[in-house]
């Protein structure tokens, strides 16, 4: 059983900052990719970042320069960092992790419950 809990969204005035983080926890053999995702009111679920173990790190274009993803891997996390908030970014925002449980188990996608993100003055 492998389980991502979010934490950090919320309330802020475009142009401001916040941190979203994410903690894998469970049976976790190998943690490959990592990211965010965010799914706006009437819209598709869309990429915000990724971040492959030992790759490069991927963003949409509409977040580039504003938002930064990084990893702990020793403590299962993903963190993403948004600044210049803006009202478009309004969305329920899901990590997401590509998890081997077990040696001998394929890689699954998991993901969290998903955080409110609201930007309006």
């Known amino acids: 059983q492998v389980q991502l809990a979010e934490s950090g969204g919320g309330l802020v005035q475009p142009g401001g900052s916040l941190r979203l983080s994410c903690a894998a926890s469970?049976?976790?053999?190998?943690?490959?990719?990592m990211g965010w995702y965010r799914q706006a009111s009437d819209k598709q679920r869309e990429l915000v970042a990724t971040?492959?173990?030992?790759?490069?790190?991927n963003y949409a274009d509409s977040v580039k320069g504003r938002f930064t993803i990084s990893r702990d891997n020793a403590k299962n996390t993903v963190i993403l960092q948004m600044n210049s908030l803006k009202p478009e970014d309004t969305a329920v925002y899901y990590c997401?992790?590509?998890?081997?449980?077990?040696?001998?188990?394929?890689?699954?996608?998991?993901w969290g419950k998903g955080t409110l993100v609201t930007v309006s003055s």
């Open positions: 997401s992790a590509v998890i081997r449980t077990s040696i001998g188990s394929y890689a699954a996608n998991y």
């Open positions: 469970g049976s976790i053999f190998r943690i490959n990719n």
């Open positions: 971040l492959p173990s030992g790759g490069s790190t």
